[in-house]
């Protein structure tokens, strides 16, 4: 007796995708929720609200983890021409800087199709470009970057939390098309800045640290 194909079909049938879960506590998590950055090598957690609102006390788990903020903060009046630009050094339109607490230095990163490419960065020449902005006296090292866009003679600057950077380099990954990039990856860009300038807020000047 040949037995029901139904009675099969479930053990053939993919398995449900799993929520995903804060690795701390392991509760479930929905898709908006914090990240945590590990200090130890600069690697993303993903958190609950209340795990994410722990390790925002300073000192809390050894200071092992930080809680990336969710602050995004935008300086129209600092102009990034392209003599600026050109002393960053950065082979593209995009790239995103944060402070390394413990080798207490710049770290310039840019998306690629091979992830996130970093980028020796003189420090003479990140003071003389990014020195003046005073973004640059706001920024949070280890969970939050300066995020710089050029194009067509314009440029933008940004401080966003890290974990946004991390997502544009995994969207430009995924895209990325040929030697420029390609159609796609270029609307993707463009859709996430548009997203980033929506969020954004200008700077004051007596903007809390």
Request: hydrophobic share 40%; glycine share 8%; charged share 25%.
């Amino acid at each position: 007796m040949t037995a029901p194909a139904t009675g099969l079909r479930r053990f053939r049938a993919p398995a449900p995708p799993q929520p995903e879960r804060c690795e701390l506590c392991g509760i479930a998590l929905t898709d908006r929720h914090r990240h945590l950055v590990r200090l130890e090598n600069r690697s993303l957690a993903c958190a609950c609200t209340p795990c994410a609102l722990l390790f925002e006390q300073q000192g809390a788990g050894r200071g092992q983890y930080r809680t990336v903020p969710d602050r995004f903060l935008a300086d129209p009046a600092h102009d990034l021409d392209d003599g600026a630009w050109e002393q960053l050094q950065i082979p593209v339109g995009t790239a995103f800087f944060f402070r390394n607490a413990e080798l207490d230095r710049l770290v310039a990163l840019y998306p690629s199709p091979a992830g996130a490419t970093e980028s020796e960065l003189d420090p003479a020449s990140w003071q003389a470009v990014l020195g003046g902005s005073p973004l640059a006296a706001l920024l949070q090292p280890d969970v939050e970057a300066l995020l710089l866009r050029r194009e067509q003679g314009r440029g933008e600057c940004f401080l966003v939390p890290i974990d946004v950077c991390y997502e544009l380099v995994g969207r430009m990954r995924l895209t990325w098309q040929g030697f420029d990039g390609g159609a796609e990856a270029r609307a993707e860009l463009a859709a996430f800045f548009d997203n980033v300038r929506a969020r954004a807020r200008t700077v004051r000047t007596e903007e809390p640290a």
